[in-house]
């Protein structure tokens, strides 16, 4: 699953350390959605958000029905 989700992994790896050294509450949050393409959108929020859009792999909606 690397390739073109290396840079995504990569900000929550980086969200998430930040976090655990920080010596308060935070939270991160990641949410994924149907674009027009055939394209996913992937938003990474913690204070910010990172936003990402992947291509959506045909066969991968023939597994998930």
Do not use: C, N
């Amino acid at each position: 699953m690397r390739g073109v989700h290396t840079p995504i992994l990569e900000k929550i790896l980086e969200l998430y350390t930040d976090l655990y050294l920080h010596d308060g509450f935070g939270t991160v949050t990641v949410e994924m959605r149907f674009l027009r393409r055939g394209q996913k959108e992937i938003i990474v929020s913690s204070g910010k958000e990172y936003r990402f859009v992947v291509d959506w792999p045909e066969g991968a909606r023939e597994e998930g029905k």
